[in-house]
């Protein structure tokens, strides 16, 4: 009597519905509003300039939650590129959530659904999705920049990260999402009002440090999506047109190098030829140092002699 096969469980599906209507106008309120602060800011420079106190405040907070984006939601939290102590692993979910790019559990499924249908059918912001002509480009590049930020699709978490949703410390973290955005953009006012002893001060401190801050960095990010999938050098081998875009290394802390990051995703170093500055790689070697974290998935020679291009 022969034993029937068991049956191949299906895949869940990549979506888990339509964001609400309340979700989406929270989500185009984060986009807009510190674009429109940034705007606002330039007329500012032109009749007062910008302080240092608020260049101080605003490199601060820059480095601060640009580093919990790389080093904790993408190369921590999403591709497990190490092992980290709870208190760490809490504090790179609170830091990358202070860049107001969403909450940590989305982010993460967001970028492994990116990874797993990297510029195919189903990336939710690959820039080559509409064709190769120049029209089909141009609307490929604001779909990638931030285009797919205002659509209602929502990836499905209970296939993308289900480790990071079973985890009520992070879930407690990302359901506090709101209040990480608010201290973000709330905080600069509060220290610049303080070091100057104004009120001038705290406004400034809010504008820059705050909104004009997190709007830069935004299209910071979203130049990876898009700039690095579309121009740069490609020394290694991957499935898809990621890029190395050396112009953006240090803003993005090592982030543009892409092209090296797709063809080994769970390395902890993306800037690994000579002269690649790679700021989240060196700051995860002080945490490997101080023993915060562990298991560091540190690139080798053999791993990039096998991944690199044949020479022409």
Known sequence: MTTAAPARAMPKPILSGKASRAELVTIRAFLIIPFVALLAAVPLVWGWGISWVDVTIAAVFYVVSSLGITVGYHRYFTHGAFKANRPLRIALAIAGSLAAQGPVIGWVADHRRHHA???R???PHSPWLFGTSPLALA??????????LFGRDRTNIDRFAPDLAADPAIRFV???FPLWVTLSVVLPAVLGGVITLSWWGALTGFLWAGLARVAFQHHVT??????CHM???RPFTSRDKSA???PLAILSMGESWHNT???????ARHGVLRGQIDISARLIWLLEKAGWAWNVRWPTAQRLARLAKPAD
């Open 222 to 227: 979203w130049s990876v999506n898009s700039v």
């Open 231 to 233: 121009i740069g050098d």
């Open 261 to 267: 990051h797709h063809a080994d995703p769970t390395s």
């Open 139 to 148: 609307k490929g590049f604001w779909h990638a920049h931030m285009g797919w």
């Open 244 to 246: 190395n875009f050396w």
């Open 117 to 119: 249908f990297s510029d």
């Open 174 to 176: 990302d359901r506090l």
């Open 121 to 123: 059918e189903g990336d």
